[in-house]
């Protein structure tokens, strides 16, 4: 079985700042490993995802995330941030093998203060 | 319209009624999903449907009934539902159950037993 940890329940950061949102995951067999944004009054949205090849990811909006095997973390880091990046981020961790079973963690609320 | 669309958006019903959550998916997708999203609680994997088929089952209480009648539709009808079922119930498509496939959201329906 699979389990995801994001340490952070809620980060507050200013405008411009850099933001590093944690997460850890658990897992008996290899997964591939996912982010999705949760924005106000909207549906979760695949936001970036490692699936093999580089460990360096990046979304088209300026988030990135390493996935580190050794310590089965699956950090996300922009540089920078602006307000519209206010939303819920989620981690989630789905074994290679076998039918598509994403397991989410709690999540972790980002809020950008001006 | 959206790719996933939920009907309704909210629910408030008492413990000994009927009602149903509907969800329709655009996107020409194979597979659909339910999730719960409880307070300070991961994302719960509830049902998966592959071509219409059930191919997950995540050890659901049998008050909750999903129903899976075309790739494009799927419904949780909802039964002698408890206060602890209040959540929002989300729906998920992605093109078909294989692994690493990015799942697209509904906006969710909001329900509240009482």
């Known amino acids: 079985a699979q389990s995801v940890t994001q340490l952070d329940s809620q980060v507050p950061v200013f405008e411009e700042a850099p933001v590093e949102l944690r997460c850890n995951y658990s897992?008996?067999?290899?997964?591939?490993l996912f982010w999705y944004v949760q924005y106000p009054n909207q549906g979760l949205q695949l936001l970036l995802k490692?699936?093999?090849?580089?460990?360096l990811v990046e979304s088209i909006n300026g988030f990135e995330a390493e996935f580190n095997k050794s310590q089965t973390s699956f950090h996300l880091r922009k540089p920078s941030v602006h307000i519209s990046d206010t939303a819920e981020y989620f981690c989630?961790?789905?074994?290679?093998?076998?039918?598509?079973?994403?397991?989410f963690g709690q999540g972790t609320r980002l809020t950008i203060n001006p | 319209e959206t790719g996933v669309t939920q009907t309704p958006r909210h629910l408030v019903m008492g413990m000994t009624n009927k009602k149903s959550l509907k969800c329709e998916q655009h996107?020409?997708?194979?597979?659909m999903y339910w999730y719960k999203q409880s307070a300070k609680k991961p994302l719960e994997l509830m049902f998966v449907?592959?071509?219409?088929?059930?191919?997950e089952n995540n050890s659901v209480p049998s008050r909750f009934s999903p129903e899976c009648p075309n790739s494009s539709h799927l419904f949780l009808h909802l039964h002698t539902l408890q206060p602890e079922d209040s959540a929002l119930y989300l729906c998920?498509?992605?093109?078909?159950?294989?692994?690493?496939?990015?799942?697209?959201f509904g906006e969710g329906s909001r329900l509240t037993v009482l």
């Open positions: 998920a498509s992605s093109q078909d159950s294989k692994i690493g496939r990015e799942l697209f």
């Open positions: 897992s008996s067999v290899s997964v591939y």
């Open positions: 490692y699936l093999s090849g580089s460990t």
């Open positions: 989630a961790v789905s074994p290679i093998q076998g039918a598509q079973k994403l397991v």
């Open positions: 996107l020409g997708h194979n597979a």
């Open positions: 449907y592959s071509l219409e088929e059930r191919v």
